[in-house]
C-alpha cells in the first residue's frame, strides 16, 4: 500500500493559482494509478483529475478541464496539482488516491490508499 501527504494548499484570490504536492511513500508508487479527488463542506467528494503510472493517459473532470494540469514525477515519488484560474466553487478539502487500476479511480471513483487531505480556499 502506498502511504500519502498532500501539501501546497491554501487561501487564494479568484483568478490565481496554486500547486499541489503528494508525496508518496512506498516502493509501488511508480506503478500506481494516481488521482485528485475534492470535497466541499456539505457535498459529497468528487473527482478531480488521474493519471495512469506512466502519464500516458490523463483524465479531468470537466468542471476542471483546461484550468488543472495533473503531473507526476516517479523519480521523486511525487503527484502535482496545478490549479490556474481559480473559482470560489474550488473551494475544497482536496485529496490524492493510489490505486493499482487507473479505471477504479476514474469510473468507480474509488482507490485503495488515500491521503489526509489539503485544504483550498478560493476568495471572491
Known amino acids: 500500500q502506498v502511504q500519502l501527504v498532500e501539501s501546497g494548499g491554501g487561501l487564494v484570490q479568484a483568478g490565481g493559482s496554486l500547486r499541489l504536492s503528494c508525496a508518496a511513500s512506498?516502493?509501488?508508487?511508480?506503478?500506481?494509478?494516481m488521482g485528485w479527488f475534492r470535497q466541499a463542506l456539505g457535498k459529497e467528494r468528487e473527482f478531480v483529475a488521474a493519471?495512469?503510472?506512466?502519464?500516458?493517459?490523463?483524465y479531468y473532470a470537466d468542471s476542471v478541464k483546461g484550468r488543472f494540469t495533473i503531473s507526476r514525477d516517479n523519480a521523486k515519488n511525487t503527484l502535482y496539482l496545478q490549479m490556474s484560474a481559480l473559482k470560489p466553487e474550488d473551494t475544497a478539502v482536496y485529496y490524492c488516491?493510489?490505486?493499482?487500476?487507473?479505471?477504479?479511480?476514474?469510473?468507480?471513483?474509488?482507490?485503495?490508499?488515500w491521503g489526509q487531505g489539503t485544504q483550498v480556499t478560493v476568495s471572491s
Open positions: 488516491a493510489a490505486d493499482n487500476l487507473l479505471h477504479s479511480i476514474v469510473i468507480a471513483t474509488t482507490a485503495s490508499s
Open positions: 493519471i495512469s503510472w506512466s502519464s500516458d493517459n490523463i
Open positions: 512506498g516502493r509501488t508508487f511508480s506503478s500506481s494509478a
